[in-house]
């Protein structure tokens, strides 16, 4: 099983600063790694995956970046809606498919 | 835009069998190179992936969660469903369903299933 681990645990921001999570896997995943926004009481939102593309409707301040085992998404000039926790998530080898823990991304 | 909506019951007995079912509606099952899958999530944790099936019925569950899971599938009336047999209060979680195309694009909005007597 590949085991996903995101960093930090917390993350506490401005708006209109970058906000940077992390995400490291067990492995290589190449580029089959994708990124979720969970905003509180809803469901889980797609926003990157083959680690650097955007899904549709995902703005262009949504970066994804990295390959084999390290991952980035950064996030630009934040907003108060991006107040979410935020999961990696690889598809590379399964079963099983593996999610990380999150990083609750918090707005200052 | 494809749209997924979970049913069942909101409540199980302990050791019996949690039954879901999802709806898809705006896609067709038969789309080649998805998979419709369930997944799950504690209350306050993270995201699990239960399994998922394709339309030739073949499912890939979780090892964790392989001996009491089964995942099925009807294309005529554009469903599948969950079976997760010998429940405990350790299943209570929000269950998903979502359309897996590598990435899980589209999900449900969840239910939450409690296990209790």
């Known amino acids: 099983e590949i085991v996903m681990t995101q960093s930090p645990a917390t993350l506490s921001v401005s708006p209109g600063e970058r906000a940077t999570l992390s995400c490291r896997a067990s492995?290589?995943?190449?580029?089959?790694l994708a990124w979720y926004q969970q905003r509180p009481g809803q469901a889980p939102r797609l926003l990157i995956y083959g680690a650097s593309i955007r899904a549709t409707g995902i703005p262009a301040r949504f970066i994804g970046t990295g390959s084999g085992t390290e991952f980035t998404l950064t996030i630009n000039s934040l907003q108060s809606e991006d107040l979410a926790v935020y999961y990696c998530q690889q598809y590379e080898n399964w079963p099983p498919i593996t999610f990380g823990q999150g990083t609750r991304l918090e707005i200052k | 835009q494809v749209q997924l909506q979970e049913s069942g019951p909101g409540l199980v007995k302990p050791s019996q069998t949690l039954s879901l079912t999802c709806t898809v509606s705006?896609?067709?099952?038969?789309?080649?190179?998805?998979?419709w899958s369930w997944i799950r999530q504690h209350p306050g944790q993270g995201l699990e992936w239960i399994g998922f099936?394709?339309?030739?019925?073949?499912?890939y569950y979780n090892p964790t969660l392989e001996t009491r899971v089964s995942i099925s599938i009807d294309t005529s009336r554009n469903q599948f469903s969950l079976k997760l047999s010998s429940v405990t209060a350790a299943d209570t979680a929000v269950y998903y369903c979502?359309?897996?195309?590598?990435?899980?694009?589209?999900w449900g909005q969840g239910t939450l299933v409690t296990v209790s007597s």
């Open positions: 979502a359309r897996e195309n590598s990435s899980f694009d589209s």
């Open positions: 099936i394709y339309h030739s019925g073949s499912a």
């Open positions: 705006g896609d067709s099952l038969l789309t080649g190179g998805v998979y």
């Open positions: 492995q290589t995943v190449g580029n089959n």
